[in-house]
């Protein structure tokens, strides 16, 4: 599995380095994760990012001058906070961007898919990206990067990521030699008791990480689970975050809760909480994210995970 894996991480490495696509040369066409094929005549000077992941990415790229509108939650980095509001993730004011009149928006899973369409009839240029993996993040990262002629630089940080992501996930795959891999539970919110299921983001980074996602199990992306059955699955780690429940989560709070206390990560104190931002958003910070996972499954692999950066 690891051969593989590292084998996968090269070729795609080597594939994303020896595309004939170098900064400021268009036209550029890529094909969005709407299954649309979109094309540039020049690089964009306007653009407008409907998700805070999206938000991140521009500014890695170097484009935060080219940002004239994000929405409400774009919190990273700290120059987001300055740029125009065009409304929330869910409602965004759709004749506030059409007055910024934008070269680009980039749009992501989290967006409403009528909005979106909407505002391609209105004929703006807008790139749709869902990432369901920490790999899709860097598929993403490429064609973003490509798209606004900031390829260069994409190739910088994802480069970096591969790197950091394949020596991670040999440190795992060699301790999963001699370890089992623990049942991991992650908490998106408290009340109701909300999880990550299969084909999520946050369920490929448990894996990748070296756990078992407790909520794979359950059917949907984002499934409502009970107490009684979290009871039953008995995870081995619990990792929640601020936003589950704001201003109220502390680990303290989560072992003390009614019918927590047979568990086997309340009874041995694994219960973390760790930044959602890092963990919910497929930006270039993903690989903290993956750092902050591994430490949670695997405390022992704390001081390798950091001689890794």
């Known amino acids: 599995m690891k051969k593989y894996l590292l084998f996968s991480l090269v070729l795609l490495l080597i594939t994303f380095i020896a595309l004939p696509v170098m900064a400021g040369n268009f036209p550029v066409t890529i094909v969005d994760d709407l299954g649309r094929e979109l094309s540039l ?7 407008i990012s409907l998700s805070p992941s999206n ?10 001058d080219k940002i004239i509108g994000v929405t409400t939650y774009a919190n990273y980095p700290e120059e987001a906070l300055n740029k125009e509001k065009i409304g929330t993730i869910t409602e965004p004011n759709i004749e506030k961007i059409i007055t910024m009149k934008p070269d680009l928006v980039i749009a992501s899973g989290v967006n409403n898919l009528d909005l979106v369409e909407r505002l391609i009839d209105l004929g703006i240029n807008v790139a749709g990206f ?10 993403t990262l490429k064609k973003i990067g490509k798209l606004t002629g900031s390829y260069d630089k994409a190739r910088e940080i994802v480069t970096d990521m591969y790197i950091k992501m394949a020596a991670l996930q040999e440190l795992v795959d060699k301790h999963l030699k001699t370890h089992e891999r623990p049942g991991v539970f992650y908490e998106i919110w408290s009340e109701p ?15 990748l990480a070296g756990g078992i996602n407790i909520g794979a199990q359950a059917r949907g992306f984002w499934p409502q689970y009970s107490v009684e059955k979290l ?5 081995d780690v619990y990792i929640s975050s601020p936003h589950s429940a704001p201003h109220q989560v502390t680990e303290k709070r989560i072992e003390n809760r009614e019918r927590y206390q047979t568990i086997n990560a309340i009874k041995n104190n694994r219960v973390h909480i760790v930044n959602q931002d890092i ?3 497929p930006s270039p910070r993903i690989i903290q994210g993956f750092e902050v996972f591994v430490k949670a499954i695997f405390p022992e692999l704390s001081n390798e995970v950091d001689d890794i950066n």
């Open 55 to 64: 938000t991140e990415v521009l500014f890695f790229l170097g484009l935060g």
């Open 193 to 207: 008791l909300i999880t990550a299921g299969k084909g999520t983001f946050i369920n490929d980074i448990i894996n």
């Open 279 to 281: 963990i919910n958003r």
């Open 231 to 235: 009871v039953v699955e008995n995870p």
């Open 130 to 139: 869902n990432p369901a993996t920490v790999n899709d993040t860097l598929l």
């Open 41 to 47: 005549d020049k690089a964009p000077e306007r653009i």
